[in-house]
């Protein structure tokens, strides 16, 4: 089993920045691929980004291209993710999730989820 746990978050102006990260730990080379996904109130949770493990392919959410940026340090098993000219549709739960995958942009390919942390944007 894979344990995630996240960091940062919290409340922002739009326009501002905000980074969020998440320490994997337990059986972590099982790990193909990370990333984050967020569910606003009411909605369904959507992927937002992720990267793969070995190498160093990433995969964002249309809408967050160019302003998101996710990275990760695999030997302290942690990733991040950096958010610029956030907005207040960017508002959301964000999780934190893992996948034995090499491809992870459905909550379908999830193998662990980390509780979430809370990211608010007001306009």
């Known amino acids: 089993q894979v344990q995630l746990i996240e960091s940062g978050g919290g409340l922002v102006q739009a326009g501002g920045s905000l980074s969020v990260s998440c320490a994997a730990s337990?059986?972590?080379?099982?790990?193909?691929?990370m990333g984050w996904f967020r569910q606003a109130p009411e909605k369904a949770r959507e992927f937002v980004a992720a990267?793969?493990?070995?190498?160093?392919?990433?995969y964002y959410l249309d809408s967050v291209k160019g302003r998101f940026t996710i990275s990760r340090d695999s030997a302290k098993n942690t990733l991040f993710l950096q958010m610029n000219s956030l907005k207040p549709e960017d508002t959301a739960v964000y999780y934190c999730a893992a996948s034995s995958g090499d491809i992870m942009v459905t909550v379908n390919e999830v193998d662990a989820w980390g509780k979430g942390t809370l990211v608010t944007v007001s306009a």
């Open positions: 990267i793969s493990w070995i190498g160093r392919s990433t």
């Open positions: 337990g059986r972590t080379r099982s790990i193909a691929a």
